[in-house]
């Protein structure tokens, strides 16, 4: 009799031992596979923690799913990477460009007030470290005959981000405004720059460094001064279809002739704001208010200039 309680003693204790079973009921495994089929990791996630409520004495097994999805999702995801970074890398330089044209009309106040047209064009390319940009941008207007605004602006900026912050950043750009005073002004800088911000919907960068300017007047002179280049980017996706964008450019120029820089002799500052409305998938309209101020403008030129712009953009 004892030895026949000592075997069933012992059999209970075996049987106390085994582990839960590795197969989860057939509803639980359906509902978590119908879950990774999606392949939306916040679903699946939700999923696999009310399955562990459900069934705790399967938690173990649940983990496991888990673990082998994440693997899984990481592979599939460095596999993906891999693809788009060899691409990159291997592509032509005419590949990769993305741009949009603008077409529209202007209302300018200052030096002159007028209503006239308005063009401009952006081109991109980003790389794996690289980033090219080139934009220009014309107003003109023609009135009893005679040239009433001609404005242009044409630059080129080549930008190394050697982290997810920081970044070098090149620039040449050239400018015409005969009604602020100069023919041709050219500006050459190179700097650092920094991404404040770079969330979903909202973007800040700033940069600044030093710059070269060469301005040549309407009266026959000219000017080359060392200079200082301060800019910032900022954009906001108020709502969907809807983005502010803000645009800053301030160049000081030294008191001297190619010197360093000590005191300013002539200070000019862009400031860009604008609201972009997406009417389609490539189309968008703009409104944009821009303000150019110079500190130290040529004999009787004013100061400041602000446009106006209403303009419809297509993007390629």
Known sequence: MKTICALIASGCLVLGAVPASAELPQGVQAMIDAAIAT???????????????????????????????KASQAAKHAAAEAARKKA?????????????????GFHSTGNTESIGVTTALQL?????????LLRARADYQRQ??????????????????????????????????RLQGFDARYAASGGLGYKVVDDEGVSLSVKAGPAWRITEYTDG???SRIAGLFGADFDWQIVEGLTFTQDANALAEGGGEVQVLIDGNN??????SGLDFK???????????????????????????????FSVVYGF
């Open 88 to 104: 990159i890398s291997e592509a032509g330089i005419f590949a990769r460009w993305s741009g949009e044209g603008e077409f529209g």
């Open 267 to 272: 200070t000019s500052i862009n400031l860009v």
């Open 221 to 223: 002179t000219n000017a």
């Open 279 to 309: 009417i389609s998938e490539k189309l968008r309209s703009r409104m944009s208010y821009a303000v150019d101020y110079n500190s130290n403008p040529p004999v009787d030129t004013e100061s400041t200039d602000t446009i106006t712009r």
């Open 39 to 69: 392949d939306d990791a916040a679903k699946v996630s939700t999923v696999l923690d009310l399955a562990r409520t459900t069934h705790p004495d399967d938690a173990a097994t649940i983990d496991a799913i888990e673990a082998e999805w």
């Open 144 to 177: 009893n005959g005679a040239t009433s605004r001609e404005q242009f602006v044409a630059a080129y900026e080549p930008r190394w981000q050697f982290n997810d912050d920081l970044f070098i950043y090149g620039l040449a750009q050239f400018e015409r405004d």
């Open 124 to 132: 991109k390319r980003e790389g794996l470290e690289w980033t090219h």
